[in-house]
C-alpha cells in the first residue's frame, strides 16, 4: 500500500502534455456528458412520486401492519397477546374479548388491537408470533401525518383491507394519483397501469 | 431418617418423605401434573416417574416414599424419555388452542411440554372432543372439558376440601368421560377452588374470561375484606381495572383455597356507582362539591354538636385498617372528647365485652391449626360454613386426616355438618341455654369436683325439660356433647359473634370453660369473626369499654345501640358513620332510619352509596381495601399486611379523610405520611404491638405479642389456666328471655335472619360483583319441606310474608336447611328489607334488639290478591 501511495505521487507532481491538452479541451467533460447523452436514450428510472407514479413493494416488505380475515371473513386475530407479548419497543396493546357472534374464528377476538407506530421498528417479530397468521406487516409506506395521534392505529382501521391486496405480486411501480387528505397525504395506486422498470 | 441419593447426591431426611419432596430438598425438581400437596394422592398421570436403582419399573415420585439407602435417579434416559412419553400422551387428546386458552402463560401443562416434553406428536387421530364450544357451568366457572387432562385435582379439592362434591367423572383410561359436574350447580358454592387447581385451561373463572395475559398483570398481595379468618390473596390489576383475585400455595393460612366472596367480590372496587367526589347537604338534595369544603361542612357540624353540648358519636365499620380504625378512634376520643364509639351496630355492646372476657382475647390465643390439633371440637353461635368458609375448609381438611369429634351446634343446618360427629339444631338465640343444658350434664356428675365453680347456682333451675323447652333440642343430643366432651382431653371451644346477638346467658361458657379447666381438661378458644378486622377493631380500641391495646374500662361510652337510642331521643347532635352501612346493619331498620332522621348532622364516609348515604349531611369517599396501606387482624390475632393495588378512586384513603377532618378541628398531632407511621405510633401505645413493624409483617403477618424489634410474633400462646381464681369470676348474669315474640296460630312461624356464603352483611360490595351476585339474584325464604306441605307452598313459589310490623312478597327455597317452623331469610338484599320483618323489641336486660327472630306468616300470593 505504502508502495503503491508514493509511486502515485511521484506520477502526480510533474503535469504531463497530455494532461494538459486534456484540461484544455474539457476532455473529461465531454466524455462525462456523453454518458449523460446516452442515457436520455435509455428506459427511465426515476419516479414520478408522489406526483403519478408509486413504487409497489415486494411481497415480503415490511410495511405498516394489517389484521386479516380468512377465506369466509372471519377475524383471524384471536386477541392472544402473543404479539404484545413478542414486540420489543411493546408498541402494541392487545385487549381480548369473548364473541360468541362467530364474528372470528374463535370465541375470543380482540376487544382493542392498538399499534403505536412511532415506537414500531418494522422488525416483523410481532409477525412471526401470531399463531393465526392474522397479523401482516403489509406493504403501506406512507405513514407521515400531520398529528401525532394519527400514529396509534387500531383494529378498526387495521382490519380493512389494504389498498395493495395480499396476493399481488409487487416489485412494480404502478399508476397513482396524489391525494391530501386533513390528516395526512396518501398516493393511491393503480394496480392496474403498471410498468416494470427494469 | 433415612438417607437417600438422588442423582448421586446423599441427603437425610424423614421416614416416609415422599421421593418428589426428596429430591426438591436435594435440588432437583421433578415435573407433576396430578399431584397436589393437600389433596389426597392419586397417581394417574406418571409424569413424576423417576427411576430406583435396582427396581425394573419406573415409580411415581408423588406417591412413593424414600427408603433408607434408596438410590433414585430423577434425570436418567430411560426416565427423561418416559417423561416425555407421559406428556406426549397428554397431549395426544388436548386440543392445543393456547392462543384463545385463557390459561395461556401459566399452564402447567404448557410448562412441562416446554421443558421436558416432546417437540412433536406421532399422534395423527382425530382428538377427542366433548364439545365444540366453552360452556357455563356454573355462575363462575366455564369449561372446556376437550382440555381436561383428567387430573380430578378438581374433583378432588371440591370433595376434599369445600366439601359439597359436586365435580366427578365417569370411565376409566383413554374412555374417561369429561371431569365436570355430577351435581346441580346449585350445590356448588361458587368458590373457583376448582379453577385454581386446574392445571389446564378446562375450567375457567368467568369473570376473568378473556380479559388479558397473566403476565400483563400487576399484583399485589394482599388480605381478603370479607371476613375473619384473613385469608390471604393477591389483587390483579391490568392497568387500574381489578380483573382476578388469585391466592398463592404457600402463604396465609388459607394455602391457596378462597371463598366465593374473596375471589369474586372485587367488582365492588371498579363499580361504576362508587361514590368519587365528596357531598354535601343542600336542602333537600345532596350536591357534589370539593374535598375542601366537605370538610370544613364537617368541622362546622361537628363545632356545633359541641358547642351546643350535643352528643356526638363514631361508628366505624370492622373492615377499616387496623389504622384507620385507631385513628378513628383517636379522633372520637382525643379530639372530640367522647366514649361513643363502636364497630360495627349488630351487637350489645356489653355483651362484646364479656365475650372479649370469656374468650379472652387480650390474651391472645391460639392459631387455627393450633386450635385444631384437639379430641373435641365445639363450634358455637356461628354458621361457620356460610360466615368462614375457608376455616370450614381447614376444618374439614384436618379432620379428615386425624380423630377430631367435632360438634356442631346452630340453629340452620351446613356444610359442616357432613364432618360433625353431633349436629344439634337449635332455636334461634338458645346459645347460652345449650351450653346450660351441657354444663348443668357435666356439673351433676362431678358435683364433688366442682363445688368451687363460681355461678353454679344458676344451674339449679335449668332442668332438662327447661332446656328442651327453650331450645328445641333433644335432650339427648346435649347428652351426647356432654359425653364427647367429657371423653376428651383437650376441647376447644369456637365461639362466634351470633351469641352477642342475642347474650343471654352467655355467662354459662364463662362457667363451662372454667368447669372444664377445673376437671383437668385443656381447654383451647377459639374466637370466630364474620368481619374482616373485628378483632382489630377491638385492639385498636373502637368500642366505649376498650381502649387501644385490650385496656378495659368502665366508661359513659355509649355504644351503637346506645348511640342509636339516643339519636332516636334527638339527643345526638353529630354521627361520624365510616364505612358504616346502619340502616342496612341495624336489627331494626324502622327505628334506626327515624333514629337518623333525628340526627343533627351525619357524616358518612362510604365507597358506595347505601341506604344510609341517603340521610348524610356530608359524604366523604371512602377507599376500597384495594386502595390503601395497612393491616388487619384476623380472628386468630394475626397482624397481616393490606397493600394498595391501585390509586384511591376518589383521591383519599380513609386514613387522610381522617386525618383531613382532625387538622379542620384544628388538631396538630394528627398528620401522617404514611399508615406505616400510625401503626408505629400505635404500637408505642400497645406493648403487644410493640416489636411489629410494616416491614416485619411480610409474607405471612405476625401473630402478637410480639414485645420488641426481634422478636418473631408468637404463634401459640396461652398455656396460663384461667385468670380468675375459683368461684371469683365476675358474673354479669342474664336470665334466658323467651324471645318477645312467640309464634302464636297468627303468626306460626319463626323467622331467622343471617347471612349467605356468597355474600357479606348488607350485600352493597358483594352484589356489585356479578360473579356472586348472579348466584342469588332474587333473595328467598327457607321453608322446611314439612312447613312447605302444610301450608301447601312449593319450591319457588312467591309468598307474602308478614309480621306485626310489615309485609313482603318473596320466593321460598324449600329446604331441610332450617328445621321445622323456622324459616330463614339473609339480610344481604335491599329489595328484601329483611330488617323490615324483625322484632323492635329491644331484650330488656341487654338493649339488643332482637335481630335473629321474630314470628311471621306466610300465605300464598294467589289467595291473597
Ligand atoms: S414490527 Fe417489531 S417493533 Fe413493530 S410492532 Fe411488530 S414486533 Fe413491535
Ligand atoms: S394479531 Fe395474532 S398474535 Fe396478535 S393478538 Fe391477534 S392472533 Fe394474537
Ligand atoms: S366452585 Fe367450588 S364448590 Fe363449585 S365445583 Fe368448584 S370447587 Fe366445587
Ligand atoms: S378439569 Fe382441570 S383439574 Fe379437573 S380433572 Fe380436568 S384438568 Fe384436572
Ligand atoms: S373465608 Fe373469609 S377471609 Fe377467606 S376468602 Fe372467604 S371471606 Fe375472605
Ligand atoms: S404427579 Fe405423580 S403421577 Fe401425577
Request: charged share 25%; with cysteine.
Amino acid at each position: 500500500m505504502n508502495e503503491l501511495s508514493t509511486d502515485n505521487h511521484k506520477n502526480s507532481s510533474s503535469l504531463s502534455i497530455k494532461d494538459l491538452l486534456k484540461k484544455v479541451f474539457f476532455i473529461d467533460l465531454i466524455q462525462g456528458l456523453f454518458i449523460t447523452f446516452n442515457y436520455t436514450f435509455t428506459k427511465t428510472i426515476t419516479e414520478r412520486y408522489p406526483d403519478d407514479e408509486k413504487w409497489i413493494p415486494y411481497k415480503r416488505f415490511r410495511g405498516l401492519h394489517t389484521l386479516n380475515r380468512n377465506k369466509e371473513g372471519k377475524e383471524l386475530c384471536v386477541g392472544c397477546e402473543l404479539c404484545q407479548k413478542s414486540c420489543p419497543t411493546q408498541c402494541i396493546t392487545v385487549i381480548p374479548m369473548e364473541d360468541k357472534t362467530g364474528k372470528g374464528i374463535a370465541d375470543r377476538i380482540a376487544y382493542r388491537w392498538e399499534i403505536n407506530l412511532l415506537r414500531c421498528m418494522f422488525c416483523g417479530l410481532c409477525e412471526d408470533a401470531c399463531p393465526t397468521e392474522a397479523l401482516k406487516l403489509g406493504r403501506e409506506y406512507e405513514l407521515a401525518s400531520f398529528s401525532m395521534q394519527r400514529q396509534i392505529r387500531s383494529k378498526e382501521e387495521l382490519i380493512k383491507p389494504q389498498p395493495i391486496p395480499v396476493e399481488f405480486e409487487g416489485g412494480v411501480i404502478v399508476r397513482a394519483t396524489l391525494e391530501k387528505g386533513d390528516k395526512e397525504i396518501k398516493v393511491k395506486p393503480d394496480l392496474s397501469v403498471q410498468k416494470r422498470w427494469w | 431418617m433415612a438417607t437417600v441419593k438422588i442423582n448421586g447426591k446423599e441427603i437425610t431426611i424423614d421416614d416416609g418423605t415422599l421421593i418428589l419432596d426428596a429430591a426438591k430438598t436435594a435440588g432437583f425438581d421433578i415435573p407433576t401434573m396430578c399431584f397436589h400437596a393437600r389433596l389426597s394422592k392419586l397417581a394417574s398421570c406418571r409424569v413424576c416417574l423417576v427411576e430406583i436403582v435396582g427396581q425394573k419399573k419406573l415409580q411415581p415420585s408423588c406417591v412413593t416414599p424414600v427408603m433408607h439407602g434408596m438410590e433414585v435417579l430423577t434425570e436418567s434416559p430411560v426416565v427423561k424419555s418416559a417423561r416425555s412419553s407421559m406428556i406426549e400422551l397428554l397431549l395426544a387428546n388436548h386440543p392445543l388452542d393456547c392462543p384463545v386458552c385463557d390459561k395461556g402463560g401459566e399452564c402447567e401443562l404448557q410448562d412441562i411440554t416446554f421443558k421436558f416434553g416432546p417437540r412433536q406428536s406421532p399422534f395423527g387421530d382425530n382428538k377427542r372432543r366433548f364439545n365444540e364450544e366453552d360452556y357455563i357451568l356454573s355462575p363462575v366457572i366455564v369449561q372446556n372439558a376437550n382440555r381436561c387432562i383428567q387430573c380430578k385435582r378438581c374433583v378432588r379439592i371440591c370433595a376434599e376440601t369445600v366439601g359439597v362434591g359436586v365435580l366427578g367423572s365417569i370411565e376409566r383410561g383413554a374412555k374417561t368421560g369429561e371431569t365436570s359436574f355430577v351435581r346441580e350447580y346449585l350445590d356448588c358454592d361458587h368458590c373457583g377452588n376448582c379453577i385454581e387447581v386446574c392445571p389446564v385451561g378446562s375450567l375457567m373463572s368467568r369473570s376473568y374470561r378473556y380479559k388479558s395475559r397473566p403476565w400483563d398483570l400487576k399484583g399485589v398481595d394482599t388480605v381478603c375484606v370479607y371476613c375473619g379468618t384473613g385469608c390471604q390473596l393477591t389483587v390483579q390489576a391490568r392497568k387500574d381495572e381489578v380483573v382476578r383475585v388469585i391466592s398463592k400455595p404457600e402463604e396465609g393460612i388459607n394455602n391457596e383455597t378462597l371463598c366465593a366472596r374473596g375471589r369474586y367480590g372485587y367488582s365492588f372496587i371498579n363499580s361504576i356507582d362508587r361514590l368519587l367526589v365528596p357531598m354535601v347537604r343542600m336542602g333537600n338534595t345532596l350536591e357534589p362539591t370539593t374535598w375542601e369544603d366537605a370538610v370544613r361542612a364537617v368541622r362546622n357540624g361537628l363545632s356545633e354538636a359541641i358547642n351546643k353540648g350535643k352528643k356526638i358519636g363514631g361508628i366505624a365499620s370492622s373492615r377499616l385498617s387496623n389504622e384507620e380504625l385507631y385513628l378513628f378512634q383517636k379522633l372520637m376520643r382525643g379530639v372530640l372528647k367522647t366514649n361513643n364509639i363502636d364497630s360495627g351496630s349488630r351487637w350489645d355492646t356489653a355483651a362484646v365485652k364479656t365475650y372479649a372476657e370469656i374468650m379472652e382475647l387480650s390474651k391472645g390465643g391460639l392459631s387455627i391449626y393450633d386450635a385444631l390439633n384437639t379430641d373435641t371440637l365445639l363450634i358455637l353461635g356461628f354458621g361457620i360454613s356460610d360466615e368462614n368458609p375457608v376455616t370450614d375448609y381447614i376444618i374439614r381438611r384436618i379432620s379428615g386426616n386425624k380423630k377430631m369429634n367435632i360438634i356442631m351446634a346452630s340453629p340452620r343446618g351446613m356444610k359442616l355438618d357432613n364432618s360433625a360427629v353431633l349436629s344439634i339444631r337449635h332455636n334461634p338465640g338458645t346459645e347460652g341455654v345449650i351450653i346450660g343444658g351441657i354444663l348443668k350434664l357435666i356439673y351433676d356428675k362431678n358435683i364433688n369436683s366442682l363445688k368451687n365453680l363460681g355461678g353454679k347456682d344458676y344451674l339449679k333451675d335449668l332442668s332438662k325439660e327447661k332446656v328442651s323447652d327453650i331450645t328445641k333440642t333433644a335432650w339427648q343430643d346435649i347428652e351426647a356433647a356432654s359425653g364427647y366432651i367429657m371423653a376428651s382431653n383437650t376441647i376447644t371451644v369456637a365461639v362466634g359473634s351470633d351469641v352477642l346477638r342475642v347474650p343471654s346467658r352467655i355467662e354459662f361458657l364463662r362457667m363451662l370453660i372454667e368447669a372444664l379447666r377445673i376437671l383437668g381438661k385443656d381447654v383451647k378458644l377459639f374466637p370466630l369473626f364474620d368481619r374482616s378486622n373485628q378483632r382489630g377493631a377491638l385492639e385498636m380500641g373502637v368500642h366505649p369499654d376498650i381502649l387501644p391495646g385490650y385496656n378495659f374500662i368502665d366508661g359513659d361510652g355509649l355504644g351503637a345501640d346506645g348511640i342509636i337510642d339516643a339519636a332516636s331521643r334527638g339527643e345526638v347532635g353529630a354521627l361520624y358513620l365510616a364505612g358504616e352501612d346502619i340502616l342496612s346493619d341495624f336489627p331494626d331498620g324502622v327505628f334506626a332510619r327515624e333514629a337518623l332522621r333525628q340526627t343533627k348532622f351525619l357524616v358518612v364516609q362510604d365507597i358506595l352509596p347505601t341506604e344510609t348515604t341517603e340521610f348524610a349531611d356530608v359524604i366523604l369517599p371512602g377507599s376500597s381495601h384495594a386502595e390503601k396501606d395497612g393491616t388487619f387482624t384476623n380472628g386468630e390475632r394475626r397482624i397481616q399486611l393490606v397493600r394498595k393495588a391501585i390509586e384511591p378512586l376518589g383521591g383519599k384513603a380513609d386514613w387522610e379523610t381522617i386525618c383531613l377532618v382532625a387538622k379542620a378541628l384544628g388538631i396538630k398531632n394528627m398528620e401522617y405520611s404514611s399508615p406505616s407511621e400510625i401503626w408505629d405510633e400505635l404500637a408505642g401505645l400497645a406493648p403487644m404491638f410493640a416489636g411489629v413493624n410494616h416491614k416485619k409483617l411480610e409474607p405471612d403477618g405476625i401473630q402478637w405479642p410480639c414485645p420488641d424489634i426481634d422478636h418473631p410474633g408468637t404463634a401459640i400462646m396461652y398455656t396460663e389456666k384461667f385468670n380468675r381464681p375459683n368461684g371469683k369470676a365476675l358474673f354479669n348474669f342474664r336470665e334466658h328471655i323467651a324471645s318477645a315474640e312467640v309464634p302464636d296460630d297468627k303468626y306460626p312461624l319463626i323467622l331467622s335472619t343471617g347471612r349467605r356464603r356468597q355474600h357479606y352483611n348488607n350485600g352493597s360490595m358483594t352484589r356489585r360483583s356479578n360473579a356472586i351476585f348472579n348466584q342469588w339474584p332474587e333473595e328467598s325464604l327457607e321453608l322446611n319441606p314439612f312447613d312447605a306441605r302444610r301450608f301447601n307452598i312449593k319450591d319457588s313459589e312467591k309468598v307474602l310474608a308478614s309480621s306485626r310490623r310489615g309485609e313482603m312478597e318473596v320466593k321460598v327455597h324449600v329446604t331441610d336447611r332450617v328445621q321445622p317452623g323456622i324459616t330463614f331469610l339473609a339480610f344481604h338484599n335491599r329489595d328484601a328489607l329483611t330488617n323490615l320483618l324483625t322484632n323492635d323489641a329491644l331484650d330488656p336486660v341487654c338493649k339488643i334488639p332482637e335481630y335473629k327472630s321474630c314470628a311471621i306468616k306466610i300465605e300464598k300470593l294467589n289467595g291473597h290478591k
